[in-house]
């Protein structure tokens, strides 16, 4: 691989939190003859390197600085805290794939059109850093923040390893910058038909506003959107529908055997209770069941009237969660 003009030790190095030790030799040219063969340009160590840019007043603007890199050779140490600023080359250039960068900082660095694949971004911070034409293809980015990130359609994410798809925002409690950048991935991962991921990332930016009304006070939304979540998980689990039917049916069935059914007759079994929820739910009506008992059913069917909304309203919520899951 070829890396000109120093771009890569500039990726590795800029924030000034880890130096970068690598197999490669870095090189010297004239500014109008960049075209030499590596045979014909005059090496320099790292240490020609620092006092070039010294001697440059502190950056690499401006040295024609040409390097030959073997990618598979490079590795990171977080001792040093140098800070060399070296000059950028075009994006295609760059390969550096399967390299640890978790935890660093990139806010702002241009990665666009760099192949990043297998790398380990976990927790790294990407914070307005330039990911157009980049390749994320199995880069772990589990925990990284990618708050106003420059990505786009030819961001590469397809194969990308989310882990938990919980963001560095989002466990800093950085609620309204999470909300943000999960929309955002939600919107990729759906342009690009992968639905089953834009669903996790729909879920937690749903989950993450809740929680900054939470963070701003607003107890009462806050308990609105906490309800939400568990009877429909805004919107994508039919699993939690399909318990939410069922608490609801028999939490009502316990109300109707413990207060009891008939009042005028004392309490019934719990089967018939139970069947009196059921029926009540799907809002079917009783038919002979009630009329053949000859009893006034009471305050009951006022609960049942009530039961009948809420069954109406989560048998819906059930089909549009189902159909949303299974039909795209």
Known sequence: MVVTRGKLLQILVKTGAFSVHFEGTFFFTDENDQQLSAQQLRPLNRDDIKSLISANQGTAEGLPLYAQVNKRNISISSESREYIECLWSEPQDVTITRIDFSNQDFTGIDFQGADLRGA???????????????????????????????????????????????????????????????????????????????????????????????????????????????????????????????????????????????????????????????????????????????????WPKYIGVIEAFVGVFLLALFITTFTRRWTR
């Open 120 to 298: 380990n971004l976990k927790n790294a911070v990407l914070w307005q850093a330039k990911l157009r034409g980049a390749n994320l293809w199995n880069a772990m980015i589990e925990g990284a923040k990618l708050w106003r990130a420059d990505f786009d359609s030819t961001t590469q994410f397809e194969g990308t390893n989310w882990g938990n798809y919980q963001l560095g925002e989002e466990k800093e409690e950085l609620y309204d910058e999470a909300t943000s950048t999960y929309r955002r991935l939600m919107i990729w991962h759906r342009e690009k038909g992968l639905f089953a991921k834009e669903e996790y990332f729909h879920y937690r930016e749903w989950w993450t506003w809740c929680q900054s009304l939470k963070q701003q006070k607003k107890y009462l939304s806050f308990a609105q959107y906490l309800i939400l979540n568990w009877v429909f998980g805004y919107g994508i689990s039919y699993r939690k529908v399909i318990r939410t039917v069922f608490l609801v049916v028999v939490g009502f069935a316990l109300i109707y055997f413990l207060l009891p059914l008939y009042p005028d007759y004392g309490y019934v079994e719990f089967l018939k209770c139970l069947y009196f929820s059921a029926i009540s739910f799907t809002a079917l009506g009783y038919g002979a069941w009630v009329s053949t008992t000859g009893a006034d059913l009471g």
